[in-house]
């Protein structure tokens, strides 16, 4: 089953942060994070691996909440180069990997 | 170093045609594969998964089906093409635990 991901898009200015949650009926394994440019294939950002880890990639961090089944990532100080589509992942038994709808993100000048 | 490999990078195929879609990856050994679609400024759709030769799981049972004949071979195939079968078809790998997963560049097929 497809992970849950909200909001469906943003549009921020430079400089503003945003989050982007994750949410899955399923107990969940692994998390994994990816940003798709226009056109282009997903690229990794990050993977969170047990209830409560934490991750950051420059300004972007990730947390995973294993109780609530969620997943947030957090955009701080946002850059021009940020905007995309960021999908969730969700890493399910047997290396099976389902990703949610995305979140489409617009950064403005 | 791994690569992905997927061809082609776009196609045009008429309805009813068949449809074959092939992805390799080098530098690793008995890697996961997957084949997704993406519909247009929609979300990435699982259609098969493999953790070895001649395993395949299929999510979408569909006119699309999946073989693995080598190792690092994965090839997505149709008899007859819809026009719902328009899309960007993505091939990613992963291998081991914690596994990340890594994506080819995609074929963009359009069915006319």
């Known amino acids: 089953q497809q992970p849950v991901q909200s909001p469906q898009a943003v549009i921020l200015r430079e400089g503003e942060d945003a989050v982007i949650n994750c949410s899955s009926s399923k107990a969940l394994y692994s998390v994994h994070w990816y940003r798709q440019k226009h056109g282009e294939a997903p690229v990794f950002l990050m993977i969170l691996l047990k209830g409560g880890e934490q991750k950051g990639h420059e300004k972007i961090s990730a947390s995973f909440n294993e109780k609530k089944q969620q997943s947030s990532l957090y955009l701080t100080a946002s850059q021009l180069s940020y905007s995309g589509t960021y999908f969730c992942?969700?890493?399910?038994?047997?290396?099976?990997?389902?990703f949610g709808a995305g979140t489409i993100l617009r950064v403005k000048s | 170093s791994q690569t992905i490999h997927q061809w082609p990078a776009t196609l045009v195929q008429p309805v009813g045609s068949p449809l074959s879609l092939e992805c390799t990856v080098e530098?690793?050994?008995?890697?996961?594969l997957y084949w997704y679609r993406q519909a247009a400024g929609r979300g990435l759709q699982l259609l098969f998964y493999s953790v070895g030769i001649g395993q395949i799981s299929s999510e979408v049972p569909q006119n699309l089906s999946a073989s693995r004949p080598q190792d690092r071979q994965f090839i997505l195939s149709s008899k007859k093409l819809l026009l719902s079968d328009s899309g960007f078809y993505l091939c990613?790998?992963?291998?081991?635990?914690?596994?990340?997963?890594?994506f080819g560049q995609g074929t963009r097929l359009t069915v006319v």
């Open positions: 530098g690793t050994s008995n890697p996961n």
């Open positions: 992942g969700l890493g399910e038994y047997g290396n099976k990997l389902v």
């Open positions: 990613a790998w992963s291998v081991g635990q914690p596994f990340e997963a890594f």
